[in-house]
């Protein structure tokens, strides 16, 4: 079992920049690949980066390539989003989670993940 607590979320202009954090309890972080995802109202929640177990390897949706960054710590079993040039569009709930799996195609996918913080709400203002 994984619990995952998400922090950092606010309100900023936009071209501000955000780094959410994302806590994870237990001693099994390491053995998942961490992803967050977003959710804007009345949308479906999509992906927006992923992070291989040693955070060697990372993953971005093109939305927010060259501007958003995912990175890890394994000692303190937290992973980060760091949010530059943020865009009115970038306005949503942001998710945190864990994926147990082996498929790289996977860490797209919302239904693939196991574990699911409880989110925390960025909005840009224009």
């Known amino acids: 079992q994984v619990q995952l607590v998400e922090s950092g979320g606010g309100l900023v202009q936009a071209g501000g920049s955000l780094r959410l954090s994302c806590a994870a309890s237990?001693?099994?972080?390491?053995?998942?690949?961490m992803g967050w995802f977003r959710q804007a109202p009345g949308k479906a929640r999509e992906f927006v980066a992923a992070?291989?177990?040693?955070?060697?390897?990372?993953y971005a949706a093109e939305s927010v390539k060259g501007r958003f960054t995912i990175s890890r710590d394994n000692a303190k079993s937290t992973v980060y989003l760091q949010m530059n040039s943020l865009k009115p569009e970038d306005t949503a709930v942001y998710y945190c989670?864990?994926?147990?799996?082996?498929?790289?195609?996977?860490?797209?996918?919302?239904?693939?993940?196991?574990?699911w913080g409880q989110g925390t709400q960025v909005t840009v203002s224009s």
């Open positions: 992070v291989s177990r040693t955070g060697g390897s990372t």
């Open positions: 237990g001693r099994t972080f390491r053995s998942y690949v």
């Open positions: 989670a864990a994926y147990g799996g082996y498929y790289t195609s996977s860490y797209y996918r919302d239904s693939e993940y196991n574990y």
